[in-house]
């Protein structure tokens, strides 16, 4: 394997990233204390030179095209001459993926990349944390008076959403994500999930049942016992297990899990390789908070693995749906992706669905249609849609819909919104149209039979993924005018 790096440029800048941001934080840290200790003021002059300022990538394109025709993926593009640049924040979480971006454009494009202090000020409430800063009585809108604080009116997605004026800026857009978009978010994930947002992995399982969860958690407590790449498995609460205390009853029955809204499992692995689980419970709104935050650590793929209610009468509890279409009635992401955009099923996550099943399940080709349907899945936003069938039952029946749930279309689109691959692989539950309801009693005998080999799919499709490489990451989730990183 020949070195990415040869040169050591890529870690030199990585390097400087490093560097400037904490010097950053322990600056403006240090005049938060000061300011709480003795009432001093930062000082004007430093932070006009950039004291508090969140360091950027600059990257100078000189138009001259990459070395070698054009690179073969849908990412790390240049498309024409400039100056390309970005705000950074936390660079260890990024390491490798920094590494990757800018070392694909400085072999293939030879361009020259600086780190310099940005006009990007770090909000003061993202340096608390384990800074040892005792606020006391101090009011926070105090310290906002004098301190940079998290100013909405300057975050937002209107580079993933296409209403970027790239006329209006000094520089082109290098990311989909600048420092204060990513702080935002890693905040809430750890407020949202109970783990710290650098124990996110690379690839992301969603579920609406924590039984899902429980069976990850078994599973991946076996793989700490065994030889098989994976370092520790992290849980909502801060419980932490290695290879020797890997009791999955330590995670099952804490206490701290319950607090948070979605909880998020991480099976890790070196250069963020594992797998996380997160229960993100019932409902589209959770679905796009979630991956509303989970985008800015640009996962490989992420995939919805949950229950869903049969639409045909062919269906049997158990059955298996593979979505490869999806009818949005969920209406959460209607302003910025209108429901009338298409969502295209992806090529690779669904050969990695499909060939999971079949692995796991043992069965071939023509004995799995049998119990795996694809088709449309409709999405909604009413849990209670039954009780208005008599107006949806047209709109069902003109999409084929062959199954229906609450989160897996709102998952997708915003896979296709922050080009995230995405798929969804849904166990059919119940078939309200039909007089199969979910009983309780029928419920538990459905969980204990079909839960386990569910998740066990989920994972093994996260094993195909793995081998698609920058494969997986299709040109049918980028613009017409991209930001070079993926």
């Not at 936390?90 to 993926?97: L, M, S, T």
């Not at 060939?355 to 088709?375: C, N, P, Y």
């Not at 459905?446 to 195909?464: L, M, N, P, Q, T």
């Amino acid at each position: 394997m020949t070195d990415p790096d040869p040169n050591g440029a890529v870690a030199a800048v990585i390097d400087a990233l490093d560097r400037h941001y904490r010097e950053s934080i322990d600056r403006l840290r240090a005049a938060v204390r000061a300011y709480i200790d003795d009432g001093t003021l930062p000082d004007p002059e430093m932070r006009n030179a950039g004291g508090f300022a969140y360091p950027e990538i600059r990257l100078h394109y000189d138009g001259e095209g990459p070395k070698d025709d054009r690179p073969p993926r849908s990412y790390g593009r240049l498309g024409e001459a400039g100056t390309y640049a970005i705000t950074v924040t936390r660079p260890e979480i990024y390491r490798d993926y920094l590494a990757e971006q800018l070392g694909m454009l400085i072999a293939d494009y030879g361009v020259e990349v600086e780190v310099e202090p940005s006009h990007q000020e770090i909000p003061f409430p993202y340096v608390l944390d384990g800074s040892g800063i005792e606020l006391g009585a101090m009011r926070a809108e105090e310290l906002a008076r004098h301190f940079p604080a998290t100013e909405l009116s300057h975050i937002g997605d209107e580079l993933a959403d296409g209403t970027w004026d790239d006329r209006l800026a000094k520089y082109h857009p290098l990311a989909l994500f600048d420092a204060l978009r990513t702080d935002f978010s890693l905040a809430r994930l750890r407020h949202y999930t109970g783990t710290p947002p650098e124990h996110v992995q690379r690839y992301i399982l969603f579920t609406n049942y924590q039984r899902y969860v429980d069976e990850f958690v078994r599973w991946g407590c076996d793989q700490l016992t065994g030889d098989n790449g994976y370092t520790g498995l992290s849980g909502a609460g801060g419980i932490e297990l290695d290879c020797d205390n890997a009791d999955p009853a330590a995670l099952e029955t804490a206490a701290a899990a319950r607090k948070h809204q979605m909880p998020a499992y991480h099976l890790t692995a070196p250069g963020r390789a594992g797998i996380t689980i997160v229960n993100i419970g019932v409902g589209p709104s959770n679905a796009k908070t979630i991956t509303d935050h989970l985008a800015v650590l640009r996962p490989e793929a992420w995939l919805m693995i949950g229950h869903c209610g049969g639409l045909r009468p062919s269906q049997r509890i158990g059955d298996y749906v593979l979505a490869h279409a999806y009818l949005r009635d969920d209406n959460v992401l209607d302003t910025v992706l209108p429901p009338e955009i298409p969502i295209p099923p992806i090529a690779e996550v669904q050969q990695a669905l499909e060939a999971a099943a079949r692995s796991v399940t043992g069965e071939e080709a023509d004995a799995l249609k049998r119990r795996m349907r694809t088709g449309t899945l409709v999405t909604t936003d009413d849990r209670n849609w039954e009780l208005r069938y008599s107006q949806s039952a047209l709109r069902f029946s003109l999409s084929r819909a062959v199954a229906i749930d609450m989160e897996s279309a709102t998952i997708a689109a915003q896979g296709y919104r922050y080009r995230v691959p995405y798929g969804t692989l849904l166990c059919v539950s119940d078939k309200p149209l039909h007089g199969e309801l979910k009983l309780p009693g029928q419920a538990n005998q459905f969980y204990d039979r079909a839960v386990r080999e569910h998740i066990e799919i989920g994972i093994a499709a996260v094993d195909e993924l793995r081998r698609f490489g920058s494969r997986l990451h299709s040109r049918k989730l980028r613009a017409f005018d991209e930001p070079p990183f993926r």
